[in-house]
């Protein structure tokens, strides 16, 4: 862990100065150790930002650590740090995909389970009540929408309403890809509006799983290859699940997103530390 957490740091640092983000000379702490702090709490502490403040303190990484609540203003001021630095990772995977093949999905994140709903303060509108097929459940809260490489690296991300469909979402990815990819989904991804439009602007190729009786099967080869590629983003999902608290505490709707989006870039983060 000692070495992660200061190539943590060192990424952090390294992308600051490449944004030239300037730092106050008169803080306590820099904006690289409010990031690596948020990375920490979520790769190793469970999303729980005192044990990670704690641990960094106590330890010696960062002696002058910030009060809780001053912390936590610290971190609701810097969330374009964090999507810049998802950025130039996403950027790296890209570059690395050489077979220009990616898969999406959505994944639930609950604020609460079905029998709480009543009770929940984070999300009151119905928008955010969604439905778990696989496992016959209904939540509240948020979809976490992700388009990964074929090697399970995120390249983009967003959250969405709990009800909110994935065929839906289609119009909200920015597919920033090169042409010529492949992209593959589940079932819920069949839109063949979409599908003639990504390819007629941008030659980019959706190909989802057709469901019965279709109007466009694919050929069997391309259904297996469909199965084996999803089973990449089935594993990062699993992954993320784990690193995911089963009770994600947060005081506001906002705190919650700022949590779950932190989860997401972590595990990109981790990636990358993993991947040198």
């Known amino acids: ?4 957490i200061i190539a943590l740091y060192c990424l952090c ?3 600051l100065q ?3 983000h300037p ?3 008169q803080r306590q702490m820099t904006d690289a150790e409010v990031m690596t702090t948020a990375y920490v709490a979520m790769l190793y ?3 729980n930002f005192e044990r990670a403040r704690h641990l960094l303190q106590t330890y010696g990484y ?4 910030l009060s809780r609540s001053r912390y936590n203003r610290r971190l609701h001021q810097i969330p374009d740090l964090f999507v810049a630095l998802f950025a130039r990772l996403g950027q790296r995977w890209k570059t690395l995909n050489s077979e220009s093949i990616y898969i999406i999905d959505s994944f639930p994140i609950a604020a609460c389970d079905n029998y709480r709903i009543p009770r929940a303060r984070l999300y009151r509108h119905k928008a955010f009540r969604g439905a778990q097929a696989s496992k016959k459940r209904y939540f509240y809260g948020l979809k976490l929408h992700l388009l990964i490489t074929k090697d399970g690296h995120p390249v983009e991300f967003f959250l969405t309403p709990g009800s909110f469909a994935d065929v839906t979402a289609l119009s909200t990815f920015t597919f920033d890809l090169p042409a010529g990819v492949v992209i593959y989904g589940d079932r819920a991804y069949n839109a063949y509006t979409m599908e003639d439009l990504l390819q007629e602007a941008a030659q980019i190729q959706l190909l989802p799983l057709r469901k019965k009786g279709s109007t466009r099967p694919l050929p069997p080869s391309l259904q297996f290859l469909q199965h084996y590629y999803r089973k990449r983003i089935e594993t990062v999902g699993s992954s993320l699940e784990r690193l995911l608290p089963k009770s994600l505490h947060a005081v506001t709707a906002r705190g919650f997103e700022l949590k779950v989006a ?3 870039i972590a595990y990109s983060v981790h990636c ?5």
């Open 13 to 15: 640092d390294d992308l």
């Open 18 to 20: 490449a944004l030239h």
């Open 272 to 276: 990358g530390l993993s991947f040198s």
């Open 23 to 25: 730092d106050d000379a």
């Open 1 to 4: 862990m000692d070495e992660q």
């Open 262 to 264: 932190l989860f997401v």
């Open 62 to 65: 960062m002696p002058t650590m």
């Open 45 to 47: 502490c469970g999303g």
